[in-house]
């Protein structure tokens, strides 16, 4: 008896399907079958083509397919600051320039065009869901919502004034308005997103903590990026700044701090007992002399470390490609060994690693059945991708963002053979020069 074909959405047949998920998994010659924004199977080309119909087909066959790749930490917006203020220590980068010019220039109009400016760019290398905080996160949710991208939008709360709000309350009042408009959106979700320890004061912690805990929400913070940041911790507070977040109860699994480049081992042990979310930023870091965060130790306590580009100010690029490499080949450098964080373990810091830190591994990360489908295609037909003998440890060490051919997100296509499709590169580069004229002036 013939077997009933079932009809579907979309069809990808790929040279290699790396799902990220069971580990170390890599599947020559499968298909990924997608009905409306799920995952249904994955399988062989040769069954899939006897078991299913598609309304679209796609071939890929010098392509790895994987998960659309996430990135835990950034500042989207910032895209408009890139290379403005380059060369310079975190303090002397943010008081002397970033917030100098802020203060000028930020405006909802500055945060909506920044936004789409860096969506646009992260979606052209693969990446499919930001983790952002920054002022006006109604203009960061429209953009990310016009791109079609999947978003964690950051209301941010700091302790003193800027042109977006007055004071701590403010920042939580407006910020929290623009959650409830959004509440039903698909794609588009929120966190709290106190800057740091050293901007927030005790108070505004802990009516942050209860909101998040009241609310069910993500704490998106930036935490132990550099040694100044804990002396004055010391001086200010008399202890460092994770032992303040977590006399004040903050620490816990609704907890996502970036950076964290200088913990001690009993902090480590700290943050893995209470189930913490890191974001690894090793461009920023490196950039920016912050130091070399120990992730392989990380890693190694059981933290789920994903991996972030920071602002494009600070990196200059809103890449993973170049995340993934630069966490890897750090680690071994600091560490000594060249064993560590091989490449398997990169993507997956890029992927289902960076959805646990969201809580967000039931539907992101991982190219499985019933998961949502997000997908990144990487050709590695090239003369510089050639010979191909492992597809993963090309993915970190050899390909780029350049190599990126096709993404989707819950199975709509925004890039199809490197063409953005539902926005212009010719309208984003003429905004992209109206912005350069007006902060050059």
């Known amino acids: 008896m013939e077997q009933a074909v079932e009809h579907l959405d979309l069809l990808i047949e790929a040279r290699w399907v790396i799902p990220v998920e069971p580990a170390n998994t890599m599947l020559e010659h499968h298909a990924v079958a997608i009905r409306g924004e799920h995952i249904v199977a994955v399988l062989p080309i040769s069954e899939a083509r006897l078991r299913y119909s598609a309304t679209q087909t796609v071939s890929l066959p010098d392509h790895a397919l994987i998960p659309g790749l996430i990135n835990l930490h950034t500042h989207a917006a910032m895209s408009l600051l890139r290379g403005i203020a380059d060369d310079l220590p975190l303090m002397r980068w943010l008081n002397e320039s970033i917030?100098?010019?802020?203060?000028?220039?930020?405006?909802?109009?500055?945060?909506?065009?920044?936004?789409?400016?860096?969506?646009?760019?992260?979606?052209?290398?693969?990446?499919?869901?930001?983790?952002?905080?920054?002022?006006?996160?109604?203009?960061?949710?429209?953009?990310?919502?016009?791109?079609?991208?999947?978003?964690?939008?950051?209301?941010?709360?700091?302790?003193?004034?800027?042109?977006?709000?007055?004071?701590?309350?403010?920042?939580?009042?407006?910020?929290?308005?623009?959650?409830?408009?959004?509440?039903?959106?698909?794609?588009?979700?929120?966190?709290?997103?106190?800057?740091?320890?050293?901007?927030?004061?005790?108070?505004?912690?802990?009516?942050?903590?209860?909101?998040?805990q009241e609310l069910d929400i993500l704490i998106h913070t930036h935490v132990h990026e550099t040694a100044s940041e804990i002396s004055q911790s010391i001086e200010k507070y008399g202890v460092r700044p994770m032992q303040r977040l977590h006399s004040l109860g903050l620490l816990g699994p609704n907890l996502l701090i970036a950076h964290a480049v200088?913990?001690?081992?009993?902090?480590?042990?700290?943050?893995?007992?209470?189930?913490?979310?890191?974001?690894?930023?090793?461009?920023?870091?490196?950039?920016?002399?912050?130091?070399?965060?120990?992730?392989?130790?990380?890693?190694?306590?059981?933290?789920?470390?994903?991996?972030?580009?920071?602002?494009?100010?600070?990196?200059?690029?809103?890449?993973?490609?170049?995340?993934?490499?630069?966490?890897?080949?750090?680690?071994?450098?600091?560490?000594?060994?060249?064993?560590?964080?091989?490449?398997?373990?990169?993507?997956?810091?890029?992927?289902?690693?960076?959805?646990?830190a969201l809580g967000m591994q039931d539907s992101l990360g991982s190219l499985s059945v019933g998961k949502k489908a997000d997908m990144t295609a990487v050709a590695l037909d090239s003369l510089e991708t050639s010979p191909v003998f492992d597809p993963v440890s090309h993915l970190v060490y050899v390909a780029g963002r350049e190599h990126v051919s096709d993404v989707w997100v819950g199975g709509r296509a925004l890039i199809q053979n490197k063409v953005l499709l539902h926005n212009d590169n010719k309208e984003l580069l003429r905004i992209s020069r109206l912005w350069q004229n007006s902060l050059q002036n």
């Not at 945060?111 to 860096?118: P, Q």
């Not at 480590?268 to 913490?276: D, E, K, R």
């Not at 600070?314 to 995340?323: A, K």
Request: charged share 20%; aromatic share 8%.
């Open 99 to 212: 917030w100098p010019i802020e203060r000028k220039h930020v405006s909802e109009r500055f945060v909506f065009d920044g936004t789409l400016l860096g969506g646009a760019e992260m979606l052209r290398g693969g990446v499919t869901c930001a983790s952002d905080m920054y002022f006006y996160p109604d203009a960061s949710a429209r953009a990310y919502e016009q791109l079609g991208m999947r978003a964690v939008v950051g209301m941010t709360v700091i302790d003193f004034p800027t042109g977006y709000a007055s004071d701590a309350e403010d920042y939580l009042s407006k910020g929290l308005q623009v959650r409830d408009n959004w509440l039903d959106h698909p794609r588009i979700g929120f966190s709290l997103a106190p800057h740091a320890p050293y901007t927030v004061s005790d108070d505004t912690w802990e009516r942050i903590g209860s909101l998040a």
């Open 262 to 356: 200088h913990v001690t081992p009993d902090e480590i042990g700290m943050l893995a007992s209470n189930n913490v979310g890191v974001a690894h930023n090793p461009t920023s870091n490196m950039k920016l002399a912050s130091g070399a965060a120990p992730i392989a130790d990380m890693i190694a306590a059981g933290i789920r470390v994903g991996l972030g580009s920071d602002g494009a100010a600070s990196n200059n690029r809103l890449d993973i490609f170049q995340e993934m490499r630069m966490a890897s080949l750090l680690a071994k450098l600091s560490s000594g060994n060249a064993s560590v964080l091989p490449a398997y373990k990169a993507l997956r810091m890029a992927t289902i690693d960076a959805a646990y």
